[in-house]
């Protein structure tokens, strides 16, 4: 074969090769070795889904200030009453929140596996989709448009953990994106993942009508050629590993994922998870929050317009996702977050819908977030000079906690990879929404939260001994329950010293996968155990 025709070959086009998941095709779009994954020996178990929801969400309908009259008199249309709320530990969830068999993502509050964080934003925000989606998975703060955002602040961890990335290939991406491939995978040695990308009835790539010609020997043609030749090869190496992976977890799965496409995400995450794929990073995604029409149609029951339909997507997406992590006795390695560009104006506009704002709410998922509330919903009475919401939580410190307590980062280093925020006094620290995890030791957080630790044994018959964090003493009532809310027993609610708590409990259960949820002072937190007779 010459060199022209070799370009033009179905072997040059690997790297742009997808392959499928139900179909939705993972796409390589980039040569093989920005692929890698980390070197397994230095890989701890723990993944992040990071959930992006485009346009920008809607806080103030999404968790509802229902005791400020200004938020009823300037969103007259719009506003939804407090009769229609989902109320749970003080805080009043749009009603679609609760959607689907699993409860949505009140069911996960209820279970202590959920952290509310309220009016986080950043300073100076930028109202355009564009650059405040930028800032917002770059990790910094920067609205000039001459300064380039191009790497993410995932990318540039992982690059600066794997300082020998990519010179070795293991079996397993990186990273796996669904729908379009996030700046947030980015690093300076290219894109750390693979994609899903529009549909196309193709898997792979074949090169068996590509040869080298008599004359290759010696020539820049011949190491063009194996580079390609290499690209190929990986392409096939990763799409045959995720098919596999999605095969033989799919069967596990127990989720009733609805038909969306936010849904059979999830579902695609949870498949590959119980598959065994060893991919640390998942992005998904849900579109259509820039809700400047049609946000919501007043009347009824206000389950009605575009917003609602997408909190329920997102609700129940979750819930079912989280549903099947604790089934296969994989919650406790999964931590989720929602991210979106800005929030929306606290006054409507004249087309029941919202225009751009800036601070918004985000979720934290897993069993092994600190559950409840972070932050304050803010105060419609009082707004920035330009009418709109002023933050109480830097997002800086969502990410901060998560590539120290997660991932194992120092502080310090953390806090380079994310640099403070223009305007901003003081380094920031990192926002205490993660249970402790083994080894960790990198920081303490404050304020300290209720959490649950390890019990030993684990998986038990009978008996176990669970040990609880108490920031402080008080009364604590401590439950077991199954996954599917059947079964639900109050184990005590007795007063507990502050510090680490060790408690021995006898539990009659059948085999299976359970969570123990403790409360305190209008904190909860949870832990799933397994019963094996």
């Known amino acids: 074969m010459k060199r022209r025709t070799f370009l033009k070959s179905a072997l040059a086009t690997a790297a742009a090769t997808p392959f499928f998941l139900e179909g939705m095709p993972v796409r390589a779009t980039t040569p093989l070795k920005y692929l890698a994954q980390l070197p397994q020996a230095n890989l701890n178990d723990r993944i992040l889904i990071i959930c992006q929801l485009f346009g920008g969400n809607d806080g103030l309908n999404t968790i509802i200030p229902v005791d400020q009259d200004t938020y009823y008199n300037i969103r007259p249309n719009i506003a939804i009453p407090k009769d229609k709320t989902k109320i749970y530990a003080g805080i009043n969830f749009a009603p679609n929140l609760i959607g689907g068999d699993k409860r949505?993502?009140?069911?996960?509050?209820?279970?202590?596996?959920?952290?509310?964080?309220?009016?986080?934003?950043?300073?100076?925000?930028?109202?355009?989709?564009?650059?405040?989606?930028?800032?917002?998975?770059?990790?910094?703060?920067?609205?000039?448009?001459?300064?380039r955002l191009d790497t993410g602040w995932v990318g540039r961890y992982l690059e600066k953990q794997y300082p020998d990335f990519p010179a070795s290939l293991p079996d397993d991406p990186l990273a796996i994106q669904f729908g379009g491939f996030s700046l947030a995978l980015q690093s300076s040695k290219g894109r750390m993942g693979i994609e899903v990308t529009n549909p196309q009835k193709q898997a792979g790539v074949s090169s068996s009508a590509d040869a080298l010609d008599d004359e290759s020997?010696?020539?820049?043609?011949?190491?063009?050629y194996n580079f390609v030749a290499d690209i190929a090869s990986r392409s096939n190496k990763y799409a045959q590993r995720v098919k596999d992976a999605y095969a033989a977890g799919k069967p596990q799965l127990s989720g009733h994922y609805a038909s969306d496409s936010f849904a059979s995400q999830m579902a695609n995450c949870a498949a590959l998870i119980a598959g065994g794929l060893n991919t640390k990073v998942y992005v998904v995604s849900?579109?259509?929050?820039?809700?400047?029409?049609?946000?919501?149609?007043?009347?009824?029951?206000?389950?009605?317009?575009?917003?609602?339909?997408?909190?329920?997507?997102?609700?129940?997406?979750?819930?079912?996702?989280?549903?099947?992590?604790?089934?296969?006795?994989?919650?406790?390695?999964?931590?989720?977050?929602?991210?979106?560009?800005?929030?929306?104006?606290?006054?409507?506009?004249?087309?029941?819908?919202?225009d751009h704002g800036t601070s918004s709410i985000q979720f934290v998922f897993g069993t092994q977030v600190l559950s409840g509330a972070q932050g304050y919903i803010p105060d419609l009475a009082h707004l920035d000079e330009n009418q709109d919401i002023v933050f109480n939580i830097d997002y800086h410190r969502v990410y901060l906690e998560v590539l120290t307590k997660w991932f194992d980062l120092s502080l310090d280093d953390?806090?380079?990879?994310?640099?403070?925020?223009?305007?901003?006094?003081?380094?920031?620290?990192?926002?205490?929404?993660?249970?402790?995890?083994?080894?960790?030791?990198?920081?303490?957080?404050?304020?300290?939260?209720?959490?649950?630790?390890?019990?030993?044994?684990?998986?038990?018959?009978?008996?176990?001994?669970?040990?609880?964090?108490?920031?402080?003493?008080?009364?604590?009532?401590?439950?077991?329950?199954?996954?599917?809310?059947?079964?639900?027993?109050?184990?005590?609610?007795?007063?507990?010293?502050?510090?680490?708590?060790?408690?021995?409990?006898d539990l009659d259960l059948a085999s299976g996968n359970y969570l123990l949820v403790a409360k305190s002072a209008g904190m909860t937190a949870s832990k799933m155990v397994q019963c094996v007779k």
Request: hydrophobic letters at 35%; a negative charge; proline letters at 8%.
């Open 104 to 147: 949505g993502l009140v069911g996960l509050l209820e279970q202590g596996s959920l952290a509310v964080v309220q009016g986080i934003g950043y300073p100076n925000p930028n109202l355009s989709h564009f650059r405040s989606t930028d800032i917002w998975l770059s990790g910094i703060n920067n609205s000039d448009v001459d300064a």
């Open 217 to 224: 020997t010696g020539t820049s043609y011949l190491n063009e």
């Open 286 to 354: 849900l579109g259509g929050f820039d809700n400047h029409v049609s946000q919501l149609l007043p009347g009824g029951d206000f389950n009605q317009g575009t917003h609602p339909t997408l909190l329920n997507n997102l609700a129940d997406g979750i819930a079912q996702f989280m549903y099947d992590m604790v089934k296969l006795n994989l919650a406790d390695r999964v931590i989720g977050l929602t991210v979106s560009e800005f929030g929306r104006r606290p006054y409507e506009n004249g087309s029941l819908g919202t």
């Open 414 to 505: 953390a806090r380079l990879l994310l640099p403070d925020p223009k305007n901003y006094t003081g380094p920031l620290d990192p926002l205490p929404i993660i249970q402790t995890q083994k080894n960790y030791v990198n920081y303490t957080p404050s304020p300290a939260r209720l959490s649950i630790g390890g019990n030993y044994p684990n998986p038990f018959a009978n008996k176990t001994t669970i040990s609880i964090e108490m920031p402080q003493a008080g009364m604590v009532t401590l439950s077991v329950s199954s996954i599917d809310g059947k079964y639900n027993k109050q184990l005590f609610d007795r007063k507990l010293e502050a510090g680490f708590q060790r408690i021995p409990l």
